[in-house]
């Protein structure tokens, strides 16, 4: 079992920064690919961006390529996600997630992933 905990969401104007981090503990944390997905109201979840579990590979949604970025540290069992130049499209709930990924074409696909934090609020203002 994997515990995840997001924290750093909040309200933001267009064009500004906001950095979202997960605490993971349970089992080892480098076993996971990790993964931050988004809903905004009346949508259905959509992928962000990943990173492998030794932290090689990375990918990232087209519409966050070049402003988002997914560093990940496991000696200390966190993943960010530092997210620049932010649009109001960019409103929505974000979540953390973990899975044993079997290839990079699974990373974009939320039923992968097998443990989720509870999520938390991104607003951005216009």
């Known amino acids: 079992q994997v515990q995840l905990v997001e924290s750093g969401g909040g309200l933001v104007q267009a064009g500004g920064s906001l950095r979202l981090s997960c605490a993971a503990s349970?089992?080892?944390?480098?076993?996971?690919?990790m993964g931050w997905f988004r809903q905004a109201l009346g949508k259905e979840r959509e992928f962000v961006a990943a990173?492998?579990?030794?932290?090689?590979?990375?990918y990232y949604a087209d519409s966050v390529k070049g402003r988002f970025t997914i560093p990940r540290d496991n000696a200390k069992n966190t993943v960010t996600l530092q997210m620049n130049s932010l649009k109001p499209e960019d409103t929505a709930v974000y979540y953390c997630?973990?899975?044993?990924?079997?290839?990079?074409?699974?990373?974009?696909?939320?039923?992968?992933?097998?443990?989720w934090g509870q999520g938390t609020q991104v607003t951005v203002s216009s």
């Open positions: 990173r492998s579990g030794s932290g090689g590979s990375t």
């Open positions: 349970g089992r080892t944390f480098s076993n996971y690919a």
């Open positions: 997630a973990a899975g044993d990924i079997p290839g990079r074409t699974y990373y974009y696909k939320p039923l992968q992933y097998d443990y």
